[in-house]
């Protein structure tokens, strides 16, 4: 028998998710004595962690980038930059979830401890080469989720979307499962890049396990991340989940999801030719299924989630065009679509999580009537969310949108880059709907009604619109930003700018 | 290769076949005569009173799935004991304070259930309505009472 | 290793408890069922998982290499263990959360939410 010599632990790679799961472990002793009787110290405490983690991944920006522990922790600007856009949404959460759980009365006391934890979940999937940690990211983030869906029990369908989302996410946990078994199998590795070995084998048997494996993976993968064939979720959670959630779950799980989904298909890339078919139709029927079953929901966060599935969809696009051509795309643009994407659609949630009232909630679009009476700050936001949701030019969503068309037209996949711009029209029609609900007068609004504060929310709607602002008008430079040129390729930034 | 699992193989069969027969043929020549008394529950003791599908206290569920939950966590005790014993002194320093900092949580997770009295099998109050609003008097005015939900319940 | 029961054999057993436990869940319609369905899916895996760890050592290099490969399945069998617990005390309470409402928990019931 023989013992490995004691690693040496990188402090720093392990700081941010250390901090939150931290953070999450005092806000459970705060609730455990309970002080002050309500949770506005454990939103303190939990806010500072946050704000201590996002310190914590900065320096490790001009830190020489790599792996620790054996590949269990790798420090890359993909990592970094999903772990600040992780730990960012849920500080916005947080800041306009207490007044939706009083408002709404749910009586949960570890709303915040299980968000934590669920971002750390986050966090560890996108900065992992390895699989068994991969894994147990995957199943923090999962089931703090469960639970925070089932959150509101005393209402029925809060309870039915827990039920389905737990029943479907297991089901895709056992396949991601049975993946990372017969990549283990052939390997005797846990590392991600099992695929290659298995490949540089040269038997082809391994190679068969590998790719058996592989599938088996990416429809485990597909399940999390609600690409097409498997998005039946999507919709129900969204919408029986309560606001505050649906709004975390939408853009963590979205985030860590595609992390994840990034880093797979990059070790696939020794079997691209079996598995990338597959995913371009995974991609077309995303962004198809996704914007046209939108147009005929009568429920905000159901269309949201239809929208998310279409999102899903366009980062596909951008994962496929880098993996297509990695010489000529980086993964900038990806990047700063999933920054937007998780700015907009916090932005957008917070503001429908309004809709909320003494106790009951209605989430259809008649319910969210008269909003620009009622809080007519949010309700502008907004239409910048919705807009930037649409792609109209001058906001984040265009940005995204154009440079991951650039992105598909440069990596020679026309269907893709066609497919995108045209839904993105269509997409025009559902959300302009939810801007018509905001404006339609309601009989006897009047502003701010219940008297509750409702600076918190405002807080988190302005820090969202602020971001929408401020990525669109530094576009070129935020793109520069996201694709560093110690990559070895030529940033993209430059590319997309000379075409425009 | 198959022959060493054929002895296995026969036993199978064996038991199988005579199951089937005990079965079967004291079905077929037992005598059939039922009465009342012989197609009750129980010939002996006392006579089964209400019904089965009885509703029993939902502790009994909660204490069985934080059984479920505490219970797994001696496995990786366990898989480190096994490795612990010939291991030299830095390895068991290291791999000590890893595990301190696992019981650490799990101590913490433990005290948080009780705290909240999901073992308390006596109506435990968990819920403070003064978490919803931060006024008391108008939270237990604004609540229904009681409250239908129970924090560290089901 | 000459009387070692193949590999495969593992494997095709574990595939079948997979299947099965793939096909329940969409069958089936009580979920507990369907959760017990899933449990089997995942302890499938584990068979795999350990088979291969088994047969790591025929496989590998050195006895070294062996050893450490066969060390990864068996940690993952244990986390996957750990984790299907966690699962199913959210899931369990989850479905005692639903009975508490409506007094039953049929998964055909579960259409509050159209679109």
Known sequence: MSYQPIPTIDWWAIAPVSIVMVTGIVALLIEMFRPNRNNNTIVAVSLVGLFLAGLSVVPQFSMPFGSSFGGMVVRDYLGLVLQLLLITVCFVAFLFSEPYLREKRIAFAEFYQLALWASAGGMIMVTTENLLMFFLGLEVLGIALYCLTGMCRQELRSEESAMKYFLLGAFGTAFVLMGIAYLYGPTGSLRIDAVSIAVASDQPHFVLMALFGFGLLLVGLCFKSALVPFHQWTPDVYQGAPTNVTAFMASTSKIAAIGALIRVLAAGAPLVSYWFPIMFWVAILSMVVGNFAALVQKDVKRTLGYSSVANGGYMLVAVLAHVQAPEKVSLASTLFFITGYGVMTMGAFAVVSLAARDGKEGTRFQDLHGLWHRAPFAAGCLILFVASLIGVPPTVGFFGKMFIFNDALAAGLLPLALVLAVTSVVSAYYYLGIIQAVFVQEEGAVKNESGRPQAGLNLAVLLCALAIFGISLGAENVLKFMAPAEDGRQPVAERTVAQR | MASEFLPILVLMTVSAVICAAMVTLSWVLGPKKTTPYKSSPYECGVAPQGDAKERFPIKFYLVAILFVLFDIEVVFLWSWITVFKDAPLDFKLFSGAVVGVYMILWIIGDAYVMKIGALDWDEATSLAPEKLLADAEAARAALPAPVPVRQGGL | ?115
């Open chain 3, 1 to 115: 290793m000459g009387t070692d029961i193949p590999l495969v054999w593992y494997l095709v057993t574990a595939l079948f408890m997979f299947v099965m436990g793939g096909i329940g869940v969409v069958v089936r319609r009580n979920p507990v069922v369907v959760f017990m369905c899933i449990e089997l899916m995942l302890n499938a895996t584990n068979l795999t998982f350990l088979a291969f760890a088994r047969y790591q050592i025929a496989s590998a290099q050195t006895p070294e290499a062996a050893l450490q490969a066969a060390m990864s399945g068996q940690m993952m069998v244990i986390f996957v263990m750990a984790v299907a617990a966690a699962e199913v005390a959210v899931g369990l309470g989850i479905i005692m959360a639903i009975f508490r409402l409506k007094n039953e928990a049929g998964l055909d019931d579960m259409s509050t939410m159209r679109g």
